[in-house]
């Protein structure tokens, strides 16, 4: 009997030996907690295979694809049990406008040596943000602004004693101490002044005819081909006729090989560019002119947002919102194998199954959340982050009543990882949060590993931080367990150089989604603490966001 319960004891602690290690090994966690039965990486994947087949077109707005998206995801809202999010819709209306362009293929530049032309696609991309039929550059002046940046709180304005009315200017991509100058903004970590969209803005502002951005693959973190793909093409825009917005008649891109011509031909060269980092730089008109034009074909319409929720149990009005975004590029230029169908599986079809996961998982609760969750997926975040901001600007849930938002854009897709990307280092507590709930996981939080990317800017959170409201944004890690930093790197960068914005972002049977699943859990500990914590989540000092939200009246 003795030697018969010896023997059975010992293989018990050799399970437990087994398994324990095999935990170790795996990057599993034997913690768990009310809610993880309803993740499901098998019906991700099922998701996501839908929400990507060629089927969709693309998941444009304006397009078919568009209908069978959202169609789609109505369905599956309804099918894991959310409510609709506004009033007795899964839908808000989002009014748009498509504008597409026909550009010149050269633009002329007469200049102090001579003329000659720029060659389009090849040498710039142009596009207009304007509904007029014609929109020209007639002989119209070009100045370099530097970076084109106004920043009083931070002592710089490129555009200070520059009357630029009906100019072109030409500025530089990223911020003034991207790799030249940490002192100067954030460094290496790009602000919103970095981004291009931030530049356009800030022309129309100041009463500029155009803006071109320079382009450098480093700086602007991707290449000169993802902004080609927008060459003769059309792009969407928020509806606002009767606002008196102003906008450029002419934005777009030059190549750098292009710009230094242009600064050749007007007697400078490329080391204007460091001088443009430099206090009390001053622009320089160039002494050129340009001329080209576009041709615009303008078709209002709406898109939709998709809006589902949980009631909360005992703060019904209050509110924690996960979005992602559920469009992508649509039918486009073809790629070397003839593909033109831009599936999108990994942005974003993969983090809007992500909401579903979430969805159940909430669903799945012994008892409801106390607070009300809110399941956002949006539309054109491709052309602008327009669905976003269109609910950032027409919220059905008060802002000073949402505690927080918690986006994705791409879940990990190459097996369980120890780390979690967070994307803006020392935004919000909602980092702790997360920290928090990753070494309750045995993993652990890391930044992002491209800050000059601007990434925090680049996204849907992005509109809801622009309110005040604490945002959480994360990546897939690159510590892939049993492979290695390396590895997880090395994935990284060839979705970017191979994939981003390409026809071959599709799912394949090599994608390993366990460490989506992983990273869900982690988002929906995050928005259970919020949901249940009495003390709302807060903006940390040194973060742009803070003053919107002691604006907003909220806690």
């Not at 002046?141 to 710089?156: D, H, I, K, Q, T």
């Not at 934005?251 to 204007?272: F, H, K, M, R």
């Not at 073809?334 to 159940?360: H, R």
Request: charged share 25%.
């Amino acid at each position: 009997m003795r030697k018969a319960l010896f023997f059975i004891l010992s293989i018990l602690v050799s399970f437990i030996f087994i398994q324990c290690n095999s935990n170790t090994q795996t990057g599993g966690s034997s913690y768990t907690e009310d809610g993880f039965t309803g993740f499901s990486a098998d019906t991700l994947r099922h998701d996501i295979s839908v929400l990507a087949a060629d089927s969709l077109l693309g998941r444009k707005p304006f397009t078919e694809g568009e209908t069978k998206t959202i169609n789609y995801l109505q369905k599956r809202f309804a099918e894991v049990g959310l409510e609709p999010g506004n009033g007795n819709s899964y839908l808000q209306e989002v009014p748009m406008v498509n504008i597409a362009t026909v550009a010149d293929s050269v633009m002329q530049v007469q200049s102090p040596k001579g003329n000659f032309q720029l060659k389009g696609f090849d040498d710039y991309v142009i596009w207009t943000e304007k509904t007029n039929p014609v929109i020209n550059l007639k002989n119209d002046e070009l100045v370099f602004a530097g970076y084109g940046v106004n920043a009083p709180e931070r002592g710089w304005n490129d555009y200070e004693g520059l009357d630029v009315k009906g100019k072109v200017v030409m500025v530089l991509v990223n911020d003034p101490g991207y790799g030249i100058d940490s002192s100067l903004f954030k460094g290496d970590t790009m602000t919103y002044y970095g981004r291009w969209t931030y530049k356009f803005e800030e022309a129309a502002r100041q009463g500029a005819k155009g803006c071109l951005v320079i382009h450098n693959t480093k700086a602007a973190s991707y290449p000169f081909s993802v902004v080609q793909n927008n060459w003769n093409g059309s792009r969407l825009h928020l509806d606002d006729r009767g606002k008196n917005t102003k906008y450029c008649d002419v934005v777009g891109w030059v190549s750098e090989p292009a710009a230094i011509q242009l600064l050749n031909a007007a007697g400078y060269d490329s080391t204007l560019f460091k001088k443009a980092a430099q206090k009390g730089f001053k622009p320089i008109a160039l002494n050129e002119k340009l001329t080209t034009g576009i041709k615009v074909t303008a078709t209002y319409n709406k898109s939709h947002n998709v809006i589902g929720k949980i009631t909360g149990a005992k703060h019904p009005d209050e509110y924690i919102i996960y979005t992602a975004h559920w469009d992508h590029l649509g039918i486009g230029k073809p790629d070397e194998t003839g593909d033109s169908i831009y599936n999108g599986a990994y942005d974003n079809a993969s983090a809007t199954a992500g909401l579903l996961q979430l969805a159940k998982a909430f669903k799945s609760l012994r008892t409801p959340p106390d607070r009300t969750i809110i399941f956002l997926s949006v539309t054109a975040e491709e052309q602008g982050l327009w669905g976003s901001a269109y609910y950032a600007e027409n919220p059905v849930y008060p802002v000073a009543k949402t505690l927080a938002n918690i986006n994705m854009d791409g879940l990990n897709n190459i097996g369980k990882t120890k780390d979690i990307i967070i994307v803006g280092q020392g935004q919000s507590e909602l980092e702790d949060y997360l920290k928090e709930a990753a070494k309750k996981m045995d993993r652990y939080t890391a930044f992002e590993f491209h800050p000059e990317a601007g990434s925090y800017y680049r996204s849907d959170h992005f509109n809801f931080a622009r309110v005040g409201i604490p945002s959480l944004y994360t990546s897939k890690g690159i510590d892939v367990i049993g492979k290695g930093k390396d590895y997880g790197k090395q994935k990284s960068d060839e979705y970017r150089d191979k994939h981003y914005h390409r026809p071959s972002d599709e799912i394949t049977n090599d994608w390993n989604l366990d460490g989506a699943i992983e990273d869900l859990k982690l988002l929906f500990m995050v928005g259970k603490q919020v949901a249940s914590n009495e003390k709302w989540p807060q903006w940390k000092e040194g973060s742009e966001f803070k003053k919107l939200r002691e604006q907003s009246g909220s806690h």
